[in-house]
């Protein structure tokens, strides 16, 4: 199982999710499971681990594909688009997750968002309110305004996703 955040929140808030999910059947609690940050190097900026990231970052698709399965750890479902500098936004203003979940689409498995408690709640308040919020923020997120903590990190998904 590939684990999908955008390293926006706690730890601790991405196991009680992870919890939820074994205990809702959404996840085999004996299953392998892949965290993003932990898989391949994605904050390298000395010349001698650029050429290692470089190899892991062509090999994150391969590797979200081959686990056939993606959990995406989304902080807040409803807001893709920073307020101020200290507001929490969804895990898709993230470009390393928009390709995770490209990725993930492309080879056809199985995507599943998880949220920290209280978002889940909001969520499937506004899903039992008709779902129209939630079918709204879902068709903002906008790969091109996507952030990267390195901009280089950017320019290389756009031009994989833009094949």
Avoid at 36 to 43: F, N
Avoid at 78 to 104: A, H, M, N, P, Q
């Amino acid at each position: 199982v590939f684990i999908s955040w955008g390293l926006l929140s706690t730890l601790v808030s991405l196991l009680d999710a992870l919890k939820r999910c074994a205990a809702d059947g959404r996840l085999d609690p004996e299953a392998f499971i892949w965290v993003c940050d932990s898989s391949i190097r994605q904050h390298e900026r000395l010349p001698a681990q650029k050429a290692a990231k470089d190899r892991d970052v062509k090999r994150l698709g391969e590797m979200v594909e081959q686990c056939g399965y993606t959990l995406l750890f989304n902080d807040v479902w409803d807001r893709t688009v920073k307020r101020s500098e200290t507001d929490t936004v969804s895990c898709l203003s993230r470009i390393w997750c928009v390709y995770e979940v490209f990725s993930t689409v492309r080879a056809g498995n199985e995507l599943v968002m998880m949220f920290p408690e209280g978002e889940r709640r909001r969520f499937l308040e506004a899903l039992a309110e008709g779902g129209g919020a939630a079918q709204n923020a879902l068709a903002l997120v906008d790969v091109e305004t996507a952030e990267s903590f390195d901009p280089a990190d950017k320019e290389r998904i756009m031009g994989e996703v833009e094949e």
